[in-house]
Structure formats: C-alpha cells, structure tokens
C-alpha cells in the first residue's frame, strides 16, 4: 500500500501554534491569527522559494526572568507572584521567513503575566519589488481584543496604492462590512494608507470580521506578490529603487516613534535590548543595493 503523505498545506493547518513556545497562553483570536498566517505563507508561497530566516538567537524568544537569555529552560519557570520585582513577566516569540519577493515575513507574539498580549506582523517586501508592506498587530487586555489595525503601507510619496491593488482592497473591506472606530496615531499618519483598517472590535462578530478580513488581505497580499515582476527590469529602475528603500525608511522610522512599544520592552528587558530588538529585528531597514 503506497505511504499516505500530508502536503505541505494539510500539516501546517494541523500543527496551527503547537510548534510554538507561547501556543498555551495567548488568547484565540491571536492564536488563530498567527496560525492562519503562517500556515498560509508555509502553504501558498513556491517552496523552492521560500524558507525560514536565520534570526538571532538572542530574539527568537526573550523573557523578562532571563534578559540575557542564559537560561535555556526559562520558558518553563513558574510566573513570579505579584508582590515579586519580577511582576509582570513578559515574553516574547518570534518567526521570521524569507520568499523570492520579501526579504523577512515576520511574526511576533508577546504574552505579559498581567494579561497584555500582542501579536505584531509585517510583511516586508524586497527592494526590488514595488509592493506595500503589509502590517498589522492585534492588542489584547485579559482575552478582550482592544486593538486591531491592518494597512498595506504603500511604498510612494504621497500613500496612494496603486489601482490594481487599492481596488480589491476596498472589495474585502466592503464584504467584511468594516468600519473603523479608533483614531491613527500621530507617528501612523505618515506611513498608513486610505485603507488602514483601525478599530477596537465591539464583540465576537466584530472580532471575527476583522479577523477574515486580515487573513483575506494577507491571501492576497501573497497573490499579488507571486505574479510580481522586479523592477530592475523597468525603464527608471534604480530611481524606483531609491523611492521604495525611502519608503521602507519612513515606515520604520516613523514605526519607531511608537513609544508604547519601547515603554514596555524597556521595563522588562532594559532599554538597550529594547532598542536593538527594535532596530534590528523589528523595523531594520534593508541597505540599497552597491
């Protein structure tokens, strides 16, 4: 009798966030978030294209009990009581991969003893390829989801995607029926588009739009990306080059100016790893090419 064999897709939707060291605390909707996305980058993107990014063993997983991260086993320790120096522990997971058209696919979860939680994603794509950089994150309080944002950060001067994309944008965002209810931050008014979904989901339903919403863009984010064409092959590509690399500074520039995020890496981890986790990790900026 032949072997029977899982594809490639069949596992990564069976395994969901059991290979993950944080699976057993985060809340379902990150949980199902994370999952989902990276079950459809491990599915959808050509394998012989596509693979896990070497990340620095010092970012794959930090925790607020070992900040130098010499306790292999720390992960397993017990959370200090309230009354500790410890209180409140915060950890950290990370996954990073890489594809033909993006250079890091990166997805963190963040789980702290007091009942934040944070799932953060960013798609960056590769220089060469003349496409947004999909960001969104998820904030959770005690299992209640208090924020939820998604936006195709466009990579021209004025945040205007490009037809053939903003249209199918507007297509999900109409069948998911959203609306947004929170304001953009200063520092995203700078990098976000016409299209940035930003709320704070009022219920289960509300939640669980955002949520086929998210998965459906990121589906489609991965489409457009796989019929991409490198712009090194247009007339004027070195210029386009230079304005996307200024782009993907902005992002990142403007993405570090979100001091909520540095208040609560610096309390658990100091302020230099915070920073370097930040700069290297989070929102690095990939070098123009000689």
Same mark, same amino acid.
């Given at each position: 009798m032949p072997e029977a064999r899982m594809s490639r897709a069949e596992a990564a939707n069976l395994v969901g966030m059991a290979?993950? &060291?944080? !699976?057993?605390?985060?809340?379902?909707?990150?949980?199902?978030?994370?999952?989902?996305?990276?079950?459809?980058?491990?599915? +959808?993107?050509?394998?012989?294209?596509?693979?896990?990014?070497?990340?620095?063993?010092?970012?794959?997983?930090?925790?607020?009990?070992?900040?130098?991260?010499?306790?292999?086993?720390?992960?397993a320790v017990p959370d200090p009581p309230k009354d500790s120096s410890y209180y409140p522990r915060l950890q950290v997971?990370? &996954?990073?991969?890489?594809?033909?058209?993006? #250079?890091?696919?990166?997805?963190?979860?963040?789980?702290?003893?007091?009942?934040?939680?944070?799932? !953060?994603?960013?798609?960056?794509? #590769?220089? +060469?390829?003349?496409?947004?950089?999909?960001?969104?994150?998820?904030?959770?309080?005690?299992?209640?989801?208090?924020?939820?944002?998604?936006?195709?950060?466009?990579?021209t001067p004025n945040l205007q995607l490009p037809p053939f994309y903003e249209a199918p944008v507007r297509q999900l965002q109409a069948r998911y029926q959203l609306e947004n209810n929170r304001s953009i931050p200063p520092w995203g008014r700078a990098i976000f588009s016409p299209c940035c979904v930003i709320m704070r989901p009022q219920g289960g339903e509300d939640l669980g739009r955002f949520l086929k919403y998210a998965l459906a863009l990121t589906q489609l984010h991965v489409q457009v990306a796989k019929i991409a064409h490198p712009v090194t092959s247009s007339p004027g590509a070195q210029r386009r080059i230079e304005g996307i690399h200024a782009a993907h500074q902005r992002y990142c520039d403007k993405q570090l100016e979100n001091d909520k995020t540095r208040r609560v890496?610096?309390?658990?981890?100091?302020?230099?790893?915070?920073?370097?986790?930040m700069r290297r990790l989070m929102f690095d900026v990939e070098p123009l090419p000689a």
């Amino acid at each position: 009798m032949p072997e029977a064999r899982m594809s490639r897709a069949e596992a990564a939707n069976l395994v969901g966030m059991a290979g993950w &060291r944080l !699976h057993d605390k985060v809340c379902p909707a990150i949980e199902t978030l994370a999952a989902q996305v990276e079950a459809l980058w491990t599915s +959808t993107l050509p394998e012989d294209q596509f693979g896990l990014l070497d990340l620095e063993q010092r970012f794959k997983y930090l925790d607020s009990l070992d900040p130098e991260g010499k306790q292999e086993m720390v992960f397993a320790v017990p959370d200090p009581p309230k009354d500790s120096s410890y209180y409140p522990r915060l950890q950290v997971e990370n &996954r990073t991969y890489w594809s033909r058209a993006f #250079r890091k696919l990166h997805i963190e979860v963040a789980v702290r003893q007091d009942g934040l939680q944070v799932f !953060h994603c960013v798609m960056y794509p #590769r220089l +060469t390829y003349d496409l947004p950089i999909l960001s969104m994150d998820l904030v959770a309080n005690d299992g209640m989801v208090s924020l939820a944002i998604i936006d195709p950060c466009p990579v021209t001067p004025n945040l205007q995607l490009p037809p053939f994309y903003e249209a199918p944008v507007r297509q999900l965002q109409a069948r998911y029926q959203l609306e947004n209810n929170r304001s953009i931050p200063p520092w995203g008014r700078a990098i976000f588009s016409p299209c940035c979904v930003i709320m704070r989901p009022q219920g289960g339903e509300d939640l669980g739009r955002f949520l086929k919403y998210a998965l459906a863009l990121t589906q489609l984010h991965v489409q457009v990306a796989k019929i991409a064409h490198p712009v090194t092959s247009s007339p004027g590509a070195q210029r386009r080059i230079e304005g996307i690399h200024a782009a993907h500074q902005r992002y990142c520039d403007k993405q570090l100016e979100n001091d909520k995020t540095r208040r609560v890496l610096a309390a658990a981890f100091g302020e230099q790893l915070a920073e370097d986790y930040m700069r290297r990790l989070m929102f690095d900026v990939e070098p123009l090419p000689a």
